[in-house]
Antibody, heavy 120, light 110 residues
Framework: QITLKESGPTLVKPTQTLTLTCSFS??????????VGWIRQPPGKALEWLAL???????RYSPSLKNRLTITKGTSKNQVVLTMTNMDPVDTATYYC????????????WGQGTLVTVSS | QSALTQPASVSGSPGQSITISCTGS?????????VSWYQQHPGKAPKLMIY???KWPSGVSNRFSGSKSGNTASLTISGLQAEDEADYYC??????????FGGGTKLTVL
């Protein structure tokens, strides 16, 4: 059974750096064809893809945010970490991590999401 | 990289069929058979409903079906039920291992 769960601060100040952790079970990020992605959703708005990391450490970023994002495998083998620099109130959103199949290019398992508010 | 275009809202009565369109470009939807669809109920995480344009994940009703023509993908829900009322998002592979989502469509079951 695949599960994912996001964790991190619920409130960050403008200009600060956000660090989110995705903790998962039921799969290994060392297995060929497996990836983990981050997707966010501002309140009342659409989903927006942020970043992906694959089993082979290939990393991909949204072109519009790539200068602010870093995705890495965590120190624990069952974690993926996303950092976003220079946070702004427009970055207020629910942040989701999700399991991804490389071959079929889809997110088949999602975490519950974590709401991050950017405010001074 | 602009979001894929979806209608803001669609509606239908129980038992009817509805179709949600998702228009992209030759750089994403038009070039790859890698479109997926997600259902999202309020306050919940998205749920995969269709992948690779036409395939169903295990456990998803075959009342949901997908198709694609040119740069436009479509999700059709037949035999509409009250529990189908939700937001629906399309998503496409966009080359170089990147991804793009649609703007979302709110489905109302009348």
């Amino acid at each position: 059974q695949i599960t994912l769960k996001e964790s991190g601060p619920t409130l960050v100040k403008p200009t600060q750096t956000l660090t989110l952790t995705c903790s998962f079970s039921g799969f290994s990020l060392s297995t060929s064809g497996v990836g983990v992605g981050w997707i966010r959703q501002p309140p009342g708005k659409a989903l927006e893809w942020l970043a992906l990391i694959y089993w082979n450490d290939d990393k991909r970023y949204s072109p519009s945010l790539k200068n602010r994002l870093t995705i890495t495998k965590g120190t624990s083998k069952n974690q993926v970490v996303l950092t976003m620099t220079n946070m702004d109130p427009v970055d207020t959103a629910t942040y989701y991590c999700a399991h991804r199949k490389y071959s079929g290019s889809y997110f088949d398992y999602w975490g519950q999401g974590t709401l991050v508010t950017v405010s001074s | 990289q602009s979001a894929l275009t979806q209608p803001a809202s669609v509606s239908g009565s129980p038992g009817q069929s509805i179709t949600i369109s998702c228009t992209g470009s030759s750089s994403d939807v038009g070039s790859y058979n890698l479109v997926s669809w997600y259902q999202q109920h309020p306050g919940k995480a998205p749920k995969l409903m269709i992948y690779e344009v036409t395939k169903w994940p295990s456990g998803v009703s075959n009342r949901f079906s997908g198709s694609k023509s040119g740069n436009t993908a479509s999700l059709t829900i037949s035999g509409l039920q009250a529990e189908d009322e939700a937001d629906y998002y399309c998503c496409s592979y966009a080359g170089s291992s990147t991804v793009i989502f649609g703007g979302g469509t709110k489905l109302t079951v009348l």
